[in-house]
């Protein structure tokens, strides 16, 4: 990556704690409600430019994703006085920017006994496994069409996993403790498994305050309570899917082709009906675990084929994102040895 990338990443990132920093003192002065939302509009507006500086899939991908979606939507809560930015009591500021800029969910009362050991051991086993995979891509050109997109399944959950795990240190050096930010979602038995109780759970975590609850209320109100349920959970899969869609636009700038949305439109329609399927049965019947966790990630590869990749196999994200990768190798490979150079014993 050329400086001037670096560069304006860095400034992106100064401009958006400086603009969290005005947050914190607009939620500390300002009651909760319409003047407080108005006070965030234009930091609200700022975080939607931030990503327009940067051309990098990984450094784009990851603001947008942070600011643009997850930042935007608690600074949303945060006008009326909910969400993890407005906890009582008062958090110090650093806490507050973590909150606000991380993908994160703090943990107000910690297990004195977390395994730290064993997260330190599964986020190397995952290196390892993108490693592999960034070594198989330089046959890409051998294997079959599938085989690369199975590839790319895997791939974008490692490094899902690992770019979160990665952005949770700044909280963790401090001292808090935050929650899962996945939970093994190979292992799910179900659509709802997955996406609700495995799968991203920050972005769960956000969207049911923002979209599933308000859309649940008022659809309950009007519509009633059976109906309610199935309404929020495709109103908070849209909304999922339209957020994909900006921050496909971001690394991509071309315009949407929907494919993702759908996407996310068709997993919510069949998690509903999974849903309803099942308290129809009242648990009586239930496929086992061997049956239900292939069919469950099956389903949901199948369908990225379809309609998660199209639009950025189409637009050559996936070369950018493994040649960023090669690019970062060189510059590890060139500091490695100028700093053997600098410490090595002098003849």
Not at 10 to 31: E, L, Q, R, V
Not at 182 to 190: D, G, K, Q, V
Request: glycine letters at 4%; one cysteine or more.
């Amino acid at each position: 990556m050329e400086n001037s990338e670096m560069k304006s990443f860095m400034n992106a990132w100064i401009s958006a704690i400086a603009s969290f920093c005005y947050c914190y003192f607009i939620s500390s002065s300002i009651p909760k409600g319409f003047f407080r939302l108005l006070s965030l509009l234009p930091v609200i507006f700022l975080f939607t430019t931030l990503p327009l500086s940067l051309s990098s899939f990984h450094l784009c991908g990851t603001t947008a994703f942070f600011l643009v979606w997850l930042a935007n939507f608690k600074l949303l809560l945060l006008s009326v006085g909910r969400g993890p930015l407005s906890s009582p009591p008062p958090q110090p500021l650093l806490h507050f920017i973590c909150a606000a800029s991380l993908p994160i969910k703090i943990i107000q009362n910690p297990h004195p006994n977390s395994d730290k050991s064993g997260r330190k051991l599964a986020f190397l086993i995952k290196a390892l496994t993108l490693a592999a995979l960034l070594k198989i891509y330089q046959y890409r050109q051998l294997l079959h069409p599938n085989v690369v997109l199975a590839l790319y399944c895997c791939h974008v959950y490692i490094s899902a996993e690992l770019v979160l795990a990665l952005s949770a240190a700044p909280a963790r050096a401090i001292g808090l403790e935050i929650e899962p930010q996945f939970n093994e979602p190979y292992l799910a038995t179900s659509l709802q498994d997955f996406w609700g109780r495995r799968w991203n759970l920050m972005v769960s975590s956000i969207l049911r305050p923002t979209v599933y609850f308000p859309i649940r209320r008022l659809t309950a109100r009007r519509l009633g309570p059976t109906c309610a349920r199935p309404v929020a959970m495709l109103a908070a899969f849209t909304v999922s899917g339209l957020m994909h869609e900006v921050i496909y636009y971001y690394v991509t700038r071309v315009a949407p082709t929907w494919e993702v949305t759908w996407f996310f439109v068709l997993h919510g329609l069949c998690t509903a009906a999974e849903v309803a399927a099942k308290k129809a049965a009242g648990g009586r019947w239930r496929l086992p675990p061997a049956v239900s966790r292939p069919l469950t990630v099956g389903f949901v590869a199948v369908t990225g084929f379809w309609l998660f990749f199209p639009q950025l196999v189409r637009n050559h994200v996936d070369d950018r994102a493994i040649g960023e990768y090669s690019v970062l190798n060189e510059f590890v490979k060139e500091k490695t040895l100028l700093l053997l150079s600098l410490y090595s014993p002098k003849n």
